[in-house]
């Protein structure tokens, strides 16, 4: 798997791809649970967490100004960054207190004041946390396949890409740095900035996150999301996505892709096709008109073979994917339309961040923040997925050993307010007793379980402008 390099003068290791005998298929049952010391892959990963935020070279390559972290014992780096986490939607007083109170101030005798945290927080990179999440995602896909707890199919990582919207303060600085958006009633208009994901949707965990202005969908994977695909990925697209650009950028990694069609202004094979009595076809995508110079820059090829699978939905709609696994006894066409429902996936993982971790609930209204508090909250869903993969796999298979009418997985909003909870713990005291507090919060996270449902369908129901006005004004004020 191909990460970047270089991020802030922080050097990433590459490591060699596993092959997929190293994994078990999504499809088969989950492997019997092994009794072995099963704290110990994760209290490693928090370890490897710890030493990235205590290094030095990391605060040098993530703070603002040469002379920062230089003065102010209280506010070192690591403490710093902790604070920005923790409890970020309450009043900053609050939230000194309480780490003072749980012991991450060390031995000072007072905890700071609001006004030396707000100073302070200036001095951090939100690039930081941003690199937290690509070391995090590194050591997960380069250790815990050893444990065999990581989900493929086919030997494939399926990763989803999408984007949402957040809602952001109103003020000058948001306006001139994200979008407004505005309808026909005067005074309605709304500052948002429109966040993508590269999300691993079997294992549910954020691969790369963005926060930007509203834009073309596919500009997110130009920008970023391109260099993490490689041979080992699948790449789920929505119909936004359905671009000649798109396709050659993914095959030029390597990796493979699945595309839901649009109905209309699309490919003219695939428009043909959809017109057809055909379900399974392979064809050639020529490049359109006004890519070609692109393509040619770019050394892409003016001509792509691709696979159409059509399938009827369960409502009686027709859909149409367009795919670069062409091999029909490797990948039967019978499949497809499960694995594209795994998309979804990435709808819980942005319904995750942006109801349970409360990502709309800013701590301020400065830009620079508000990427502090976005990048913090993504390495925060980051690591809550990696730290409760033992727990999920153990209830999963005890679920399957005991004959169980239902199956059974981690309660994830539990396990965000333990991890919330525990992060002193982890992170800024003695790490003699790292082992201790990992223990203690995976026997939390046991104690919290969630009923799987599967095929649970749930109609969307899509907001009118004065309706989401009101849940923003209103509704969401007093959650």
């Not at 960054?81 to 749980?102: G, N, S, V």
């Not at 006004?115 to 896909?141: E, G, H, I, N």
């Not at 073979?305 to 039967?332: C, H, M």
């Not at 009418?405 to 992060?423: D, G, I, P, T, W």
Request: proline residues 5%.
């Amino acid at each position: 798997m191909a990460f970047p390099t270089r991020i802030n003068g922080i050097e990433f290791q590459s490591f060699p791809l596993q092959n997929s005998d190293g994994y078990f298929e999504f499809f088969s049952t989950v492997p019997p649970w092994r009794p072995f010391d099963h704290f110990s892959i994760t209290s490693q990963f928090v370890s490897e967490m710890r030493a990235f935020l205590h290094d030095p070279s990391t605060m040098m390559a993530f703070r603002c100004h040469p002379t920062d972290f230089t003065r102010d014992p209280r506010f070192t780096f690591p403490r710093l960054a902790i604070a920005i986490i923790k409890e970020h939607a309450r009043p900053a007083q609050d939230r000194i207190d309480h780490l003072f109170q749980e012991g991450g101030f060390g031995d000072h005798p007072a905890s700071p004041t609001t006004s030396a945290f707000c100073q302070d927080r200036a001095k951090l990179d939100p690039a930081f946390y941003k690199a937290w999440v690509a070391k995090a995602v590194q050591f997960y896909y380069s250790r815990f396949p050893q444990e065999h707890l990581v989900t493929t199919w086919h030997g494939h990582y399926v990763w989803a890409i999408d984007c949402s919207t957040l809602t952001l303060p109103d003020t000058p600085e948001t306006r001139a740095a994200f979008s407004i958006q505005t309808n026909q009633v005067p005074g309605s208009e709304t500052v948002q900035g429109k966040t993508s994901f590269a999300y691993d949707v079997l294992n549910e965990l954020p691969i790369d996150v963005l926060l930007g202005k509203a834009q073309a969908e596919k500009q997110f994977i130009i920008d970023s999301h391109v260099q993490y695909l490689n041979p080992s990925v699948i790449a789920l697209y929505d119909r936004g996505y359905a671009d000649y650009e798109v396709i050659a950028r993914t095959l030029a990694r390597g990796a493979h892709f699945v595309i839901r069609c649009p109905t209309s202004h699309t490919f003219k094979v695939v428009e043909d096709f959809m017109n057809s009595d055909a379900t399974d076809e392979i064809v050639t995508i020529t490049v359109p008109r006004d890519k070609k110079h692109l393509a040619v820059e770019c050394g892409w090829p003016l001509e792509v073979q691709a696979r159409l699978v059509k399938f009827v939905l369960d409502n009686g709609k027709v859909e149409v994917l367009i795919t670069s696994l062409l091999d029909r006894d490797e990948y039967p066409a019978v499949e497809f339309k499960w694995l594209y429902e795994k998309r979804w996936g990435v709808e819980t993982g942005f319904f995750r961040f942006k109801q349970q971790l409360d990502a709309e609930k800013f701590s301020s209204k400065k830009v620079h923040n508000i990427r502090q508090d976005f990048y913090a909250l993504a390495f925060m869903q980051v690591f809550e997925s990696i730290m409760d993969k033992d727990q999920d796999h153990e209830m999963r298979a005890k679920s399957q050993e005991k004959h169980l009418k239902h199956e059974y997985h981690v309660n994830k909003a539990h396990a965000y307010s333990s991890l919330f909870s525990h992060l002193v713990d982890f992170f800024l005291l003695d790490e003699q007793n790292l082992e201790h507090h990992v223990s203690t919060f995976q026997q939390e996270v046991l104690r919290s379980k969630s009923v799987i449902r599967p095929d649970r369908h749930n109609t969307r129901h899509e907001l009118t402008q004065t309706e989401r006005v009101k849940y923003l004004k209103y509704q969401r004020k007093q959650r």
